[in-house]
């Protein structure tokens, strides 16, 4: 009883490593692939064509990576911001704090300029 749990444990993970490693080739050439197409479309200098490749594959495999994580974990991302989430929509915190947000980050564009 407990040999046919622990194949079946062993069943699952290898299905997942398998998954994993396929998302993970599948995103980096693709990835990959767009990056040289974009590097051929917009840039002239060989450096900045395999900047662009480079991104294209580092963003691929990030993105595997995050897709592998929550399968393996067993759990999906929560995005929404509990601070957002707990005001009314029509109030005027709402309003103040992306006036805020806004002001914030034109002041941190502004001290970058400088």
Known sequence: MAEEELKKSR???D???DACIDLTVRRFAYSSLAGTLAGLLFFRSPITRW???AFGAGVGIGTAYTECSYL???SVPKWTSSKI???PYGSSQVRNLCLN???D???LILL???
Request: net charge neutral; proline share 0%.
């Open 11 to 13: 069943t699952a993970l």
């Open 15 to 17: 299905a997942k490593w």
């Open 51 to 53: 900047a662009s490749v």
């Open 72 to 74: 393996f974990e067993g």
């Open 85 to 87: 989430s707990s005001v």
């Open 101 to 103: 947000t806004y002001f």
């Open 105 to 107: 980050h034109a002041n």
């Open 112 to 114: 970058q300029s400088i």
